[in-house]
């Protein structure tokens, strides 16, 4: 079993910063795609970023230019710095990863998820 843990939400003003935290533990033979995607009351489930194992990383138009996501691969952990943050980021934020079990199976697993928000 593969369990993320979410860190770094919370209130802030608009054009402040937060950073995010994922760490991914248990079951895990190697972990290929991890991302964050967000959801706002009301609306389904969105991407926000995504980060391949070997770098390669995935941007919404929404949020290109203000968020960076990053990896620390050899510790399962993935990050988003999200800057110039504005009220419209606001939102519960899940981290997601495309795990590869120590069984070989292949899993996609989700955190409990972190509110972001953001006040003008």
């Known amino acids: 079993q593969v369990q993320l843990v979410e860190s770094g939400g919370g209130l802030v003003q608009a054009g402040g910063s937060l950073r995010l935290s994922c760490a991914a533990s248990?079951?895990?033979?190697?972990?290929?795609?991890m991302g964050w995607y967000r959801q706002a009351p009301g609306k389904e489930r969105e991407l926000v970023a995504e980060?391949?194992?070997?770098?390669?990383?995935t941007y919404s138009d929404s949020v290109k230019g203000r968020f960076t996501i990053s990896r620390d691969n050899a510790n399962n952990t993935v990050y988003l710095q999200m800057n110039s943050l504005k009220p419209e980021d606001t939102a519960v934020y899940y981290c997601?990863?495309?795990?590869?079990?120590?069984?070989?199976?292949?899993?996609?697993?989700w955190g409990q998820g972190t509110q972001v928000t953001v006040s003008s």
């Open positions: 997601n990863a495309n795990v590869l079990t120590l069984l070989r199976r292949v899993e996609r697993d």
């Open positions: 248990g079951s895990i033979f190697r972990i290929n795609a």
């Open positions: 980060a391949e194992r070997a770098g390669t990383t």
